[in-house]
């Protein structure tokens, strides 16, 4: 007799269905701000009416793709997991230019400097994490090439920074990896290190945010601090 018991496998055509639509990716990629948007900023974002940004919004929620959480008269929208916001940005990556714009300059800003969801990206990102394994902060783990181990110099090092090494390693996701970059194809920090390196950047005012943007600029003290330690910048 066949077996009573259920199987499950992962709903592929379901998710590319939903990432799929126009309107709904175009909302995920607002979201790679890092910050949580409202149904109405979601979509004057989208180019749609609120009343049609429901029923994509209750989409996404439905897939695990988004999570929302009600604060006074405004529900709130984020991505459910780190892992959605590496989807994304896998789709940036392999995502071919729309052909009605001028193809991006290398030294366009969002280039240059960017948030890749909550980590640094860009060619700034990308030399940071290159810079760490210069200096023999960071090695790669020989059991998984994507994933990133700290030394004891870097412990010392990024905890003399202002790190709480500790603290990112206690957070429930991967503590550092290599992420590709879309613009750069070359690899920066992510993980909860690289999150709590970019956070600790913009505490010392080393770097600012546009306003509803991912755009990064380095401040003229952060370039200096910067480069003190060994990271040059154009």
Avoid: N
């Amino acid at each position: 007799m066949p077996s009573s018991a259920s199987t499950t496998e992962p709903d592929i055509a379901r998710l590319a269905a939903t990432v799929g639509d126009a309107r709904r990716i175009q909302m995920l990629c607002l979201l790679m701000e890092g910050r949580a948007l409202t149904a109405k900023e979601l979509a004057l974002g989208a180019g749609i009416e609120p009343a049609t940004a429901t029923a994509h919004l209750k989409r996404l929620l439905d897939d695990g793709l988004l999570e929302s959480t009600a604060q006074g008269r405004h529900k709130y929208f984020r991505f459910a997991s780190e892992q959605v916001a590496q989807m994304v940005e896998s789709l940036m990556r392999v995502a071919p230019p729309r052909k009605l714009q001028p193809a991006a300059k290398a030294d366009e800003p969002i280039r240059r400097a960017r948030f890749c969801y909550d980590h640094l990206a860009g060619s700034l990102g990308t030399g940071l994490l290159a810079l760490l394994l210069k200096k023999g902060w960071l090695e790669t783990d020989a059991e998984d090439p994507r994933q990133l181990l700290i030394t004891a110099k870097g412990d010392k090092a990024l905890t003399a920074l202002g790190l709480d090494v500790d603290a990112a390693r206690a957070r429930r996701r991967q503590f550092a990896c290599r992420c590709l970059d879309w613009s750069e194809r070359k690899d920066h920090l992510g993980g909860a290190l690289g999150a709590a390196l970019a956070e600790q950047f913009k505490a010392l005012k080393w770097i600012s945010r546009e306003k509803h943007s991912r755009v990064v600029k380095v401040t003229a003290l952060g370039r200096s601090q910067l480069q003190q330690l060994g990271l040059a910048l154009a």
